[in-house]
């Protein structure tokens, strides 16, 4: 009996695997989901031209990182390099770096988060944080929670948010005359309300003008990115806006390098409004949801280890399963975790 139960549920976990694997291999299709092109603007004081990346981030194929130069704090690389070596679909210049520091080592200015661990902090500015494909999340440096995101970069000032302009960069611990008061080459990044990121280059801006550009291109939060001679835009194998040096980290936008987590009970797929996420070994799911989908209460009120992930308190998959009675077979290779009642293994 126990074998034909084995038996059946490989057959549904193949069933269950064939539409990530009819995506993940469509990757002819994929580019479809990222756009470049280039716009005319007009903003106080004439027409501006905008080189932009649009992402269509419902495509849970693409994946948005930043990534450091040859991986390490400290060195530089050329965008196109840092775009290569990671088989980029798309990059911009990423946070303010000391370029101007003698000898090699020129690190980053601001906070910079990669797979939920921080590589540099940073309070000042504004930072843009990344959860799989959920709406990006722009906001002060000071005020946004490093450990709630997958990934999070750093610059600022903050341009909009909720489409409305907000710029006030001495609010944000930003006070440099050239950031605040002077025009110049500038990147930007932010998003739309339906989960389309957009990034983009503009010559000759102020910050004024960059904010109501990205308003005017129906952006409903936006920040500002480092500028000047670190300005750069890459997509579909060329540079659109050629930076003036080699950057100490970028965004990317890539092709995502696994399929997603699957949790399975019974044969069938449990589907929750987050995640699953694997973080560092261990599998969180929402707390309200994995409890009602199990549909049994846990005895007392049992403590689990807490992360909130973009206002979703998430927990251990494995330390709820465990404490009402079942456990977690884990397959590496499948990314599928398959909860399994140990009442029902005993009958």
């Known amino acids: 009996m126990k074998r034909r139960v084995q038996g059946f549920i490989c057959i549904v976990l193949a069933f269950l695997l064939l539409p990530a694997i009819g995506v ?45 130069a040859h991986g390490e704090i400290g060195k530089t690389q050329s965008l196109e390099g840092m775009a290569s070596q990671h088989g980029a679909l798309a990059a911009i210049n990423g946070s303010f770096f000391m370029a101007y520091n003698e000898g090699e080592h020129k690190p980053p200015w ?120 670190s300005s750069g835009l890459y997509a579909h194998g060329k540079l659109l806006t050629r930076p003036g040096r080699e950057l100490s980290n970028a965004l990317v936008v890539t092709t995502r390098k696994s399929a997603p987590v699957q949790v399975v009970q019974g044969g069938q797929q449990l589907v929750f409004s987050k995640g699953p996420l694997l973080i560092q070994g261990s599998l969180y799911v929402p707390a309200e949801e994995i409890v ?18 973009a206002d979703t308190p998430m927990v251990p998959l494995r330390a709820v399963a465990e404490s009402l009675g079942m456990r977690v077979e884990w397959d590496a290779a499948a990314r599928i975790a398959t909860i399994v009642d140990r009442k029902l293994e005993q009958e």
């Open 24 to 68: 993940y291999g469509a990757e002819q299709d994929v580019s479809k989901s990222v756009v470049a092109g280039s716009q005319v603007v007009s903003v106080a004081g004439g027409k501006r031209t905008v080189q932009y990346v649009k992402v269509n981030l419902n495509d849970t194929r693409l994946e948005v990182r930043p990534v450091l």
């Open 110 to 229: 601001g906070l910079i988060v990669i797979d939920y661990q921080k590589k540099h902090d940073g309070t000042s500015g504004a930072s843009i944080g990344f959860n799989q494909n959920s709406l990006p999340v722009i906001s002060t440096t000071s005020l946004i929670r490093a450990d709630h995101y997958e990934h999070i970069t750093s610059a600022g000032p903050t341009l909009l948010q909720n489409g409305q302009i907000v710029l006030n960069p001495q609010a944000e611990g930003m006070n440099d005359p050239k950031l605040t008061t002077l025009g110049g080459q500038r990147s930007f990044i932010g998003y739309t309300a339906d989960n389309y990121l957009v990034f983009g280059t503009v010559s000759n801006v102020t910050l004024p003008q960059l904010a109501q550009i990205c308003q005017s291109m129906g952006l409903t939060a936006a920040m500002n990115l480092d500028g000047g001679a």
């Open 292 to 309: 009602e989908k199990l549909g049994v209460q846990p005895a007392g009120k049992p403590q689990y280890f807490t992360r909130i992930i």
